[in-house]
């Protein structure tokens, strides 16, 4: 691969949430639907394997906010139980996440300091882990049981930037092809770098991104789709000549949304790789978590007015996806390329407050619970 294509399909600096804690903020929903999960983490982390040492990991944790009560509550429901042994959560995500933030969320230094867990129970030591989930991270066999949410849609390398569109959603037959396999590669690595971590009777807990029975997904659930938003509003800033087109296709989300039968193929087969490896699939279901944003204008429709609700819908669309545009215009000054981003959001925004009517951005994930035999 030559080092121009490396710089604009390497995925690994450019998709990291907006830090500062702006992410978590603005992330109510991710939070939501995480939280929605609760009774599925408990019964799992109920029948973790007896080890002398609990280590638990979160992959993908950008600023740890969005699970920070997860991780409170299931902490807390060990120690109610007497469990007094020594726990370790180890976060993980990219080497450009904003781990300051996380770090001083969970010792009460920012964020909720009545979760901030590591100052609240005693014997609980949190570490952090800047190296991508498609490698094994921690000893073999040491897990007791892996979290994550909302982060495995991530591909480890674009396999192609997209020509028509922002999103494999919208892409081409031939460029989804290229995503899905890629997708399908990552899977694996994936799952058998939790198979080496796992001890056994360990479990993975995951809700991902994907595509569910009815076609839906992130920001397309009826009314408009999100991602075909980011699309035109994009490809509007090509046609009037302010971005160029260069800029227009390499803004390309290093992302894929696989079907409920993308990600349980591997544990369909006895076979496969990912069978032999140890990992049995306990359950798969989708779950639609509604947008907040969206819910609260609907409750509020007397005192939110439109514009109110566009200026609360497109932050949290931003806080994941502006690395994606920022970084489509590498090569421009940062003061234009602050321009542009924030033009192109107006737009949307502006869109929105004009007719709020079909705009949301609901979630659609797909909820694993695996074990590791
Ligand atoms: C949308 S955020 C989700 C954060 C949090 N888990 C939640 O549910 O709100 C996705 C996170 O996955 C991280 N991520 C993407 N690819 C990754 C990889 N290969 N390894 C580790 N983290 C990754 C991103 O940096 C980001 O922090």
């Known amino acids: 691969m030559t080092s121009k294509k490396l710089e604009t399909l390497n995925t690994q600096d450019v998709l990291s949430m907006k830090g500062e804690g702006y992410y978590s903020k603005k992330t109510a929903g991710?939070?939501?639907?995480?939280?929605?999960?609760?009774?599925i983490l408990e019964r799992s982390i109920?029948?973790?394997?007896?080890?002398?040492?609990?280590?638990?990991?979160?992959?993908?944790?950008?600023?740890?906010?969005?699970?920070?009560?997860?991780?409170?509550?299931?902490?807390?429901?060990?120690?109610?139980?007497g469990d007094d042994r020594a726990i370790e959560v180890i976060y993980t995500d990219l080497a450009s996440n904003d781990f300051s933030t996380l770090f001083k969320n969970m010792q009460g230094m920012h964020g909720e300091k009545n979760l901030a867990y590591q100052k609240i129970f005693d014997?609980?030591?949190?570490?952090?882990?800047g190296t991508g989930f498609h490698q094994q991270l921690l000893a073999s066999d040491s897990?007791?049981?892996?979290?994550?949410?909302?982060?495995?849609?991530?591909?480890?390398?674009?396999?192609?930037?997209?020509?028509?569109?922002?999103?494999?959603?919208?892409?081409?037959?031939?460029?989804?092809?290229q995503?899905?396999?890629?997708?399908?590669?990552?899977?694996?690595?994936?799952?058998?770098?939790?198979?080496?971590?796992?001890?056994?009777?360990g479990r993975f807990v995951c809700m991902n991104f994907g595509i569910d029975e009815k076609g839906r997904y992130l920001g397309n659930t009826g009314g408009h789709s999100m991602f075909d938003k980011f699309n035109q509003h994009w490809r509007t800033h090509?046609?009037?000549?302010?971005?160029?087109?260069?800029e227009y296709i390499n803004a390309t989300f290093a992302q894929h949304y696989r079907t409920v039968d993308e990600f349980c193929t591997p544990f369909n087969d006895k076979m496969s790789e990912i069978s032999k490896a140890g990992l049995k699939l306990l359950s798969c279901s989708t779950k639609l978590t509604k947008c907040p944003y969206r819910t609260s204008y609907e409750k509020n429709i007397r005192s939110m007015s439109k514009k109110d609700f566009a200026d609360s819908l497109i932050p949290t669309t931003r806080s994941?996806?502006?690395?994606?545009?920022?970084?489509?215009?590498?090569?421009?000054?940062?003061?234009?390329?602050?321009?542009?981003?924030?033009?192109?959001?107006?737009?949307?925004?502006?869109?929105?407050?004009?007719?709020?009517?079909?705009?949301?951005?609901?979630y659609i994930h797909i909820i694993m619970e695996i074990e590791k035999i």
């Open 179 to 201: 995503f899905m396999a890629q997708a399908a590669t990552d899977w694996e690595s994936i799952l058998l770098s939790r198979a080496r971590e796992l001890a056994p009777g």
């Open 238 to 246: 090509w046609d009037q000549g302010i971005i160029t087109k260069e």
């Open 320 to 362: 994941w996806s502006e690395t994606v545009f920022r970084t489509a215009l590498s090569k421009r000054d940062e003061n234009e390329s602050n321009e542009i981003v924030n033009s192109f959001y107006e737009k949307y925004r502006a869109e929105v407050e004009r007719d709020p009517d079909g705009h949301a951005m609901d």
């Open 46 to 81: 109920l029948s973790i394997p007896n080890k002398e040492i609990l280590r638990f990991a979160d992959f993908g944790a950008a600023d740890g906010g969005t699970s920070q009560e997860l991780w409170y509550n299931l902490i807390n429901l060990l120690r109610s139980r």
């Open 123 to 129: 014997n609980v030591f949190v570490h952090g882990c």
């Open 143 to 177: 897990l007791s049981f892996g979290f994550s949410a909302t982060a495995m849609h991530y591909v480890s390398e674009k396999p192609c930037q997209i020509k028509n569109h922002v999103h494999m959603v919208g892409a081409d037959l031939s460029e989804k092809k």
């Open 30 to 39: 991710a939070k939501n639907a995480i939280d929605s999960i609760q009774e």
